[in-house]
């Protein structure tokens, strides 16, 4: 199966787990994947992770998760924080003017061979 957002996916199962009390969690292994069980572990969110080879060329990580003496939840709220489309939007009249002026397609001088 392709899984066009691998972070997302991840969190995802995190947090269903969670939600259900199970201790492990099997995530599909990438980069990205195994950096964030590497911060969630440095932060104190989750216990242990380890990445298990099997017969897919990707292998998976599996994830220990965390909960206190008396059973409850360390994690109690997971969600992803997306950066903002690129930019944002201004009026003319507020941007800056520029002093370069710009040559047309047409009146560029044409290259030498």
Do not use: F
């Not at 992770?49 to 897919?56: H, K, L, W």
């Amino acid at each position: 199966m392709n899984n066009q957002d691998p972070i997302a996916d991840m969190l995802t199962r995190i947090r269903n787990a969670n939600r259900v009390g199970r201790r492990l969690v099997l995530i599909r292994n990438s980069k990205i994947c195994k950096g964030i069980a590497q911060v969630l572990k440095d932060e104190g969110y989750i216990d242990e992770y380890d990445v298990i080879e099997d017969a897919t060329h990707q292998g998976q990580i599996r994830v220990r998760l965390k909960y206190s003496n008396n059973g409850e939840k360390v994690i109690h709220a997971l969600e992803r924080q997306s950066k903002p489309p690129g930019g944002s939007i201004k009026r003319s009249s507020s941007c800056p003017k520029s002093s370069t002026a710009w040559a047309s397609p047409s009146s560029a001088p044409a290259k030498a061979s």
